[in-house]
């Protein structure tokens, strides 16, 4: 188990790429510049090229010119599976130096990029891998004398933007099943965190994916997002992120190319706790968990929490001693319970929901607080808010952070109604030792995932994504292969 000190001397060592990834090569760009800086002490790490317009219109190219030569698109599957089992293993071979990089970037706990998100990264890639050589074409029932065959065909240049909050995690979830179909990629990381996604390109190469498959551009939203979004040869998009930034995507594909979209974006997801919940200091746990892990960044995160009323004071007593766990700290610290938060725009953002909830009527229960440490504000306390009232902004927007909201409720009715009443539909969780309650709830509740006594489950062979405004289409399981690819009918004569 590596040190606090062990982590140091780590991110000592990184260096951080700064320019564009494309064609199988880092690229001179233009001379727009953003600054990454390390959000748990302020400093800058680097000057990064926003690839901007000109960029993107570079790597579209590179990404066309690879699937028509036909290198990855058309290769064959043992081909395609010895290079992604190849990039697995260098992935995991760099993991460290790959969540350095991440923590660094966005402020995550180091060793939870280290010993989560990059081993699940890994493992979808190898997984994706083993899946190549079986995505099987169709023959249909046609008459006599013809043969009818059904084909699963890559659809050419994909373009991916992700989040800051996971940026290897979300980088697997686009990029392995994109490349895995034959596809070619342009991936934009958020520019928060654009550090490991343009060492993973380089690992890509070291691989030998060849030249063109994955092409990295950092860059603005306004600036390099756009243009991809915007660019009349990327075939489909692939986007997790807000909300409000998916609709721009869907506004995109209709001022341009009509390109597929497919979005992962917000939720504003409950927690179901019903009286009879087996273990009510277990579930306590796993509310800290799903609303404090990752300083509450998480777009299924369980913000809200419905509790029956026979045990809604124990309940939030409990959830509130949970919150000592979760001091922030140094994200290079393994006894630091959260890390920092990405940017002081964030921080504020959180900030401002902390301010509207404290005049709303809601009681603060414990935490509301901005710290500060090694010259960074960019810390927030983990914070529960009781009596939250459901029409309230706390109740009803995506924080993005750790702040908490419980609401007690009555009946079964009340808290099927109350999870729903919500613009988003991602994930939900309910605690019950009551099977046709649990079966009930499940059924009820219209999210993409709904855990049963647990919290936000996952996994790579289910699929995850959401419904209302929390977008459509799944990643994860084989089912995101579907995104990927486009069927097209053969039809022979004999």
Sequence with gaps: MRTHQDWIAEAAKVVLPTRPFVGGGFVDAGTATFENRNPATGALLAEVADAGAEGVD????????AFDSGAWSRAGVAFRRERMLRFADLLADHAAELAVLDSLDMGKRVVDAHELDLPFSVNLFRYYAEAIDKINDEVAPTPPGTLGLVRRVPLGVVGAVVPWNYPVDMLAWKVAPAMATGNSVVLKPAEQSPSSALRIAELAAEAGIPDGVLNVVPGLGETTGRALGLHPDVDVLAFTGSTEVGAYFLQYAGQSNLKQIWLECGGKSPHVVFADAEDLAATAKQTAFGIWFNQGAVCSAHSRVLVQREVHEEFVSLVAAEAAAYAPGDPLDPAAGMG????P???DRIMQFVDEARTSGAR?????GRLTRDGSDCYVQPTVFDGVDPASTLAREEV?????AITPFDTEDEAVTLANDTAYGLAASVATSN???AHRLAERIHAGTVTVNGVDAFSAWTPF?????SGFGRDLSLHALDKYVGLKTVWINH
């Design 58 to 65: 570079r790597a579209v190219r590179a990404a066309r010119a």
């Design 340 to 343: 920092a938060i990405v940017s």
């Design 345 to 347: 725009e964030q921080t």
């Design 364 to 368: 603060l229960v414990t935490g509301g």
């Design 400 to 404: 993005f952070g750790p702040v908490l």
């Design 435 to 437: 099977l046709g309650r």
């Design 465 to 469: 994504g959401g419904f209302k405004g």
